[in-house]
């Protein structure tokens, strides 16, 4: 019991930190959506971006026009996350990542999509190798019958931090900018080539 309101505490401690950066740098930061639909707030869709573009992405995607709902890590030291990510939008959070019931994970947000949510994940997270799109983004897209959209995050100035994704914190007054790929729908004859786009679409060179 104490352990929990210690967690607890601590989740709204780190994600009221987490917040005000985010509101900070929504306030100084420039934002560009670029091919991004006018209904993109009416589909639902799976969208992915590299884990190293976390926060420019939180700055430039949320709060949220449309239900989402996540798979998140469920480390306790997330929890500060896990608080964020409600308060900008995340409707409902399904706890697992790979290697830590993320298979389960999966298998409690397909019907969640199937009955009208969204979804966000890294393809590269929470733990690399960075910049390799992994199964789950796939598997998550042709369960549900959703297409999934890449944005390709870039950053025109930030410090990138000494870890294994070498996140991106945006300077503040620099410029963010989403760039959105076509929906690709996933099916088991096409996930490679779908694979290989989203690739090429986070890394720039399908831009």
């Known amino acids: 019991m104490v352990r929990r309101a210690a967690v607890a505490l601590y989740g709204l401690i780190v994600g009221a930190l987490f917040w005000a950066c985010w509101r900070l740098l929504r306030l100084t930061v420039r934002v560009r959506h670029v091919h991004r639909p006018p209904s993109f707030d009416l589909q639902h869709t799976v969208d ?69 949510a969204s979804s966000f994940l890294n393809p590269d997270g929470p733990y690399g190798p960075a910049r390799v799109v992994k199964d789950g983004v796939l598997d998550l897209a042709e369960r549900s019958g959703l297409p999934v959209v890449a944005i390709c995050v870039r950053c025109h100035q930030a410090w990138r931090i000494p870890t294994w994704d070498q996140k991106w914190i945006p300077y503040p007054g620099s410029v963010v900018e989403l760039i959105y790929s076509p929906p690709w729908t996933v099916t088991a004859a096409n996930r490679e080539a779908v694979r290989a786009d989203i690739e090429r679409h986070l890394n720039g060179r399908a831009l």
Do not use: D
Not at 57 to 78: D, E, L, Q, S, T
């Open 48 to 116: 992915c971006a590299w884990h190293e573009a976390l926060m420019p992405y939180f700055i430039g995607a949320m709060p949220y026009g449309k239900r989402y709902v996540w798979m998140n890590h469920p480390a306790w030291y997330m929890k500060g996350i896990h608080v964020f990510l409600t308060w900008v939008g995340v409707q409902e959070l399904v706890m697992g990542s790979s290697g830590h019931g993320g298979k389960k994970a999966l298998q409690a947000l397909v019907p969640m999509l199937q009955q009208g």
